[in-house]
C-alpha cells in the first residue's frame, strides 16, 4: 500500500519514458539523488510524473538503491495540455540571470525559446544543457505538463528573415538610441504595452527582449520595417533584460493569454 503523504504527493518529475498502467520507469543519477537526499522519498511513497506527452501520472516509489530510484506508473492523474503559443526571443545574458529567465520565463507559459545574437549580444554561445535543465526545473515546480522547445541559438537577422509573418511579435523596444531623445526615448518610441494588446487578438505570438545594451539603432529600424512586428513600451523605467522579459510575459498572458480567462 503507498504511503500516502503530504510531501511525497507535492513532488513533480519530469521523465523521459512513455507513460501507462504499471510500467516501470528508472529515473537518472540525478534525479535519484533528488528523490533520495533532498525531498526523502522512500519505497511506497507517492510522486507526480509527466513527459509531455501523456498528461500527469501518479507513481509509486517501486525500488531504491544508493544512487538509484525505480517507479511504477499507478494511475492517470491529469489530461495532457499545451502551453498558449507564445515563443520567446532573447538575446543571452549573463549566466545566473539566464538560468533565472528561462526557467521564470517557463513557469510564465512560454511554449518555445529561442536564443538570438544581436549587434550588443556578448554571448558567443549557449550551454543548451543547462538551459533545458532549467526548463525542466521550472515545469515541474509550475505544475504545467509540457517542458517548451528550445531552439537553436542563431543571428536575429536570419531569425526575422526566415519568419512565418502569421505570428506576430512583441518588439520590447526602449528606444535608447532615438538622436535628442533622453534614454527611453519618447514614451519609448511605442505606445504602452497594455494599450497595445487590447487593440490585439490571441493566437499565434512570440515577443523580442534585447541584451543588456538595448538593441543597436539600426536594429530597431529593420524591425520596425516588418509588417508582423508590433513595438511596444514597457513605461518609463529602465529595467533589466531578465526584468523587462518577465514583465512583458506576465501582461502578454493577462491580456491575450491563459490568464485572460
Not at 32 to 37: G, P, S, V
Not at 183 to 204: F, H, N
Request: glycine letters at 8%.
Amino acid at each position: 500500500m503507498p504511503n500516502v503523504n503530504s510531501d511525497s504527493l507535492k513532488v513533480r518529475l519530469f521523465v523521459d519514458a512513455p507513460l501507462e498502467a504499471d510500467l516501470h520507469v528508472e529515473v537518472n543519477e540525478a534525479q535519484a539523488h533528488y528523490l533520495i537526499h533532498v525531498m526523502r522519498l522512500a519505497a511506497g511513497d507517492l510522486l507526480a510524473v509527466f513527459n509531455g506527452r501523456d498528461g500527469e501520472w501518479r507513481a509509486v516509489v517501486e525500488r531504491m538503491g544508493k544512487r538509484s530510484c525505480v517507479l511504477r506508473l499507478a494511475s492517470p492523474e491529469r489530461a495532457q495540455t499545451y502551453a498558449p503559443d507564445l515563443w520567446m526571443l532573447f538575446a543571452p545574458i549573463k549566466r545566473a540571470a539566464l538560468g533565472y529567465l528561462v526557467q521564470k520565463a517557463t513557469e510564465l507559459g512560454v511554449s518555445r525559446l529561442q536564443p538570438v545574437r544581436t549587434a550588443r549580444t556578448i554571448a558567443t554561445r549557449v550551454n543548451e544543457e543547462r538551459l533545458r535543465a532549467n526548463m525542466v526545473e521550472g515545469a515541474e515546480q509550475s505544475g504545467r505538463l509540457c517542458v517548451p522547445e528550445l531552439a537553436p541559438f542563431q543571428d536575429l537577422s536570419a531569425v526575422m528573415g526566415a519568419w512565418d509573418e502569421t505570428r506576430k511579435v512583441m518588439f520590447c523596444d526602449e528606444s535608447g538610441d532615438d538622436a535628442g531623445a533622453p534614454w527611453g526615448g519618447m514614451r519609448g518610441g511605442a505606445d504602452p504595452v497594455g494599450e497595445v494588446l487590447a487593440r490585439e487578438k490571441p493566437g499565434p505570438w512570440a515577443m523580442l527582449i534585447g541584451p543588456e545594451g538595448g538593441f543597436s539603432w539600426q536594429e530597431r529600424q529593420d524591425l520596425r520595417a516588418l509588417s508582423f512586428v508590433v513595438p511596444v513600451s514597457l513605461g518609463p523605467r529602465i529595467m533589466r533584460a531578465d526584468t523587462a522579459a518577465l514583465a512583458a510575459l506576465s501582461v502578454w498572458q493577462s491580456i491575450l493569454g491563459d490568464w485572460s480567462g
